[in-house]
């Protein structure tokens, strides 16, 4: 790994510029490839600027939620004592991986943030039992968690396709349910295979000999929020009380309880009202959710700045018909048995340019699913084709690594010789899962 690691240490540029970057080489892919004018793709960029707005929102909350979820005492208190489980150098790597998988299944928000917080709660418990722990490859092996995030719980694609109204209705004619999608037998079982193929690829990839080497030099206790909570007056003690938090807590799930009752699905909104009702329960009282939540913002704000300039690049693609170019490419020559590989290509080859499950799917869903149609392939295959892509080249996009970055204290950099790994590894159980699936 180490000149993989030379490499993009030296020309891999921060996630802003490589946004920038991009947006100027889809323009010029755009001139090119279409028959779209200067002007056409200026106005579509500054069009698409604001055009994701609602869904901008969603997946911040998403963020912000998971990571003050993280960041809550009982959710701290059991990663301290999963950060006490590995052994040995090996059993860390994979240990990570494998928490930070299992908690990106349940909400990728959450994910992210517990693998960064994992990492360095190992790396600081190793260095304390003497292991030779290589931090960057423990942080690697959290982010990799992440690469199954949009086969569970918060899955953008299988949700918008659940979701009544949405676009992927328009074109079905009804609501494509979870049980065909994210809780397939087929889905289920691909998630647990690739968390075991990656699990053992980053084990035998784990630096060993004198690249085992301890590179944090600060105890991950540090990290901990701290909370102004001094009682002065009886305002104070009303944000001191246990009371407002757990009422409004137990409100919400009052409400989740009659939402899944009365028939209701999941969506992305009622995902997010999940964590929140869980953080409300989980607080001590509003000086600690206060102060769990200005931390988290602080993780939030430089994705914040790029989504509306990935949104300017769906805009671009969008009105241009560049998107359109692009997948039609791949799925012109696909047969019912290749069109599930083909798409998942495709859509790995997309979130280079709109690294957003839900983005993605707005703008690829409506020619995969046409696709799908003429072949008669099962639109369930054409949604996963969409999320797996998605997933997959997550693990060499810089967009989604920012918060977990943050939290460790590194670059992407650092960290993508290891990624690309997971992107190789994993790809091998996508491509065969569709293959199977799409047969």
């Known amino acids: 790994m180490r000149p993989v690691n030379t490499v993009v240490e030296r020309w891999i540029p921060s996630a802003l510029v490589f946004a920038v970057a991009l947006t100027f080489v889809v323009a010029v892919m755009a001139l090119l490839l279409t028959d779209a004018g200067p002007v056409d793709v200026v106005v579509g960029w500054g069009d698409g600027l604001s055009g994701l707005l609602a869904f901008i929102t969603q997946m911040a909350l ?51 943030v517990v693998g960064a917080l994992l990492a360095k709660e190992v790396a600081a418990q190793g260095r304390e039992k003497g292991l030779r722990l290589h931090f960057p490859m423990l942080v690697a092996a959290g982010f990799s968690g992440f690469v199954v995030w949009h086969m569970g719980y918060s899955g ?14 328009e074109a079905l004619g009804e609501p494509l349910p979870l049980s065909q999608t994210t809780f397939a037998l087929w889905n289920v079982v691909a998630a647990v295979l690739v968390v075991a ?14 690249d085992r080497v301890v590179e944090l030099d600060v105890d ?54 999940t964590f929140l009702a869980l953080i409300l329960l989980l607080v001590l009282h509003p000086f600690e959710l206060i ?46 048995t290749t069109f599930g590989v083909l798409a998942f290509l495709s859509a790995g080859v997309v979130n280079f340019f709109v690294p957003s499950g839900g983005g993605q799917l707005a703008v690829q869903g409506p020619v995969l699913l046409g696709a799908a149609e003429s072949l008669g392939v099962d639109p369930s295959v054409a949604i996963m084709a969409v999320a797996y892509g998605d997933q997959w080249t997550n693990m060499i996009q810089p967009f989604w690594a920012l918060p977990l ?23 091998v159980v996508f491509a065969g899962t569709l293959l199977v699936v799409s047969g």
């Open 62 to 112: 998403i963020l912000l939620l998971g990571h003050t979820l993280a960041h809550t005492r009982p959710v701290r208190r059991l990663l301290r004592v999963l950060g006490s489980v590995p052994r040995t150098a090996a059993q860390a790597y994979v240990f990570v991986f494998v928490v930070a998988a299992v908690a990106a299944l349940v909400t990728w928000g959450l994910g992210l």
């Open 156 to 169: 953008s694609a299988p949700l918008t396709a659940a979701t009544p109204d949405s676009f992927v209705v």
């Open 197 to 210: 193929v990656v699990a053992l690829a980053l084990w035998l990839v784990a630096p060993r000999g004198d």
């Open 220 to 273: 991950a206790r540090e990290g901990d929020v701290d909370l102004d909570d001094t009682v002065v007056t009886p305002a104070d003690r009303v944000d001191a009380s246990r009371v407002p938090t757990l009422a409004l807590g137990l409100f919400l799930v009052l409400y989740l309880v009659l939402h899944f009752s009365d028939g209701g699905g999941l969506t992305l909104d009622v995902v997010n009202w």
């Open 291 to 336: 102060a769990l939540v200005k931390n988290a913002a602080a993780n939030v704000g430089e994705i914040l700045l790029q989504f509306p300039l990935y949104a300017g690049i769906l805009g671009i693609m969008t009105a241009s018909g560049l998107i359109e170019v692009l997948s039609d490419a791949i799925t012109s020559v696909a047969s019912p």
């Open 405 to 427: 970055l943050a939290i460790a204290g590194l670059k992407m950099r650092d960290i993508l010789g290891y990624t690309t790994v997971t992107l190789l590894a994993s790809g």
